[in-house]
């Protein structure tokens, strides 16, 4: 079956450091695959999207990595701020089915002084 | 713009009832997308139209759930004869498709008592 796993429990990092989030997927072939960061009570926003071509992909403090040997996606913010902490989703699209976004249940970011 | 616009942002109703969600895409976009957020289940996709055509309608639940797109700036999700189960907070987005970003309305929280 299908699967986009992400580390459902929360990670805590102190100010300043580097947050590595993790999204691992199974029996897909995305095409694409974006980030988006969701803070209680809103919508998802969008961060980063990376292509199936593509290792990697940079935006000022934010970094995604894509290796579709491994199926799997980093997302790292460098020099961590409180402001960070939210929650963060990962989705990907299928090669094949144009527009249909499938979401990773997110991991919650928390970041501490 | 003043991003994609949803209305009720909040609604409780009783079971039987019928609830409808409206929504507004941002002007240009020709995707618009209806997605369910439970803490069970995480964000799932509903349906999703291009051009104002539903083109994906697998994760709507059940009959009880329709959606329309009369034009390219309004959408309704309706849900005839609601249920306990159905209380989530419902998300519309618009895109530009093909994999691009998708942007996300503030949500509608349904709570079928």
């Known amino acids: 079956s299908q699967k986009i796993e992400q580390n459902s429990e929360a990670l805590n990092i102190q100010e300043g450091k580097t947050a590595t989030l993790t999204c691992n997927y199974t029996?897909?072939?995305?095409?694409?695959l974006q980030w988006y960061r969701q803070d209680p009570g809103r919508g998802p926003v969008f961060l980063l999207l990376?292509?199936?071509?593509?290792k990697e992909k940079r935006k000022e403090r934010l970094k995604v990595t894509f290796d579709t040997t491994l199926k799997q996606s980093l997302f790292h913010i460098t020099a961590s701020q409180p402001a960070d902490s939210a929650t963060y989703l990962c989705?990907?699209?299928?090669?094949?089915?144009?527009?249909?976004?499938?979401f990773g249940t997110g991991t919650r970011l928390q970041v501490t002084l | 713009d003043a991003g994609v616009i949803q209305s009720p942002r909040h609604e409780v109703t009783e079971m039987g009832q019928e609830v409808t969600l409206r929504c507004k895409p941002i002007?240009?976009?020709?995707?618009l997308f209806w997605y369910r957020q439970t803490m069970m289940r995480g964000l799932e996709l509903l349906i999703y139209?291009?051009?104002?055509?539903?083109?994906?309608d697998s994760g709507m639940p059940e009959d009880r759930f329709s959606a329309k797109m009369p034009n390219a700036s309004f959408s309704t999700l309706k849900i005839q004869p609601s249920e306990p189960r159905d209380s989530a907070v419902y998300f519309c987005?618009?895109?530009?498709?093909?994999?691009?970003?998708?942007?996300f309305g503030p949500g509608t929280r349904l709570t079928v008592l």
């Open positions: 987005a618009s895109g530009e498709g093909h994999g691009r970003p998708q942007f």
């Open positions: 029996n897909y072939s995305p095409a694409y």
């Open positions: 989705a990907l699209t299928n090669t094949g089915t144009a527009s249909k976004l499938t």
């Open positions: 139209f291009n051009n104002n055509v539903p083109i994906d």
């Open positions: 002007s240009g976009h020709n995707s």
């Open positions: 990376i292509r199936e071509n593509e």
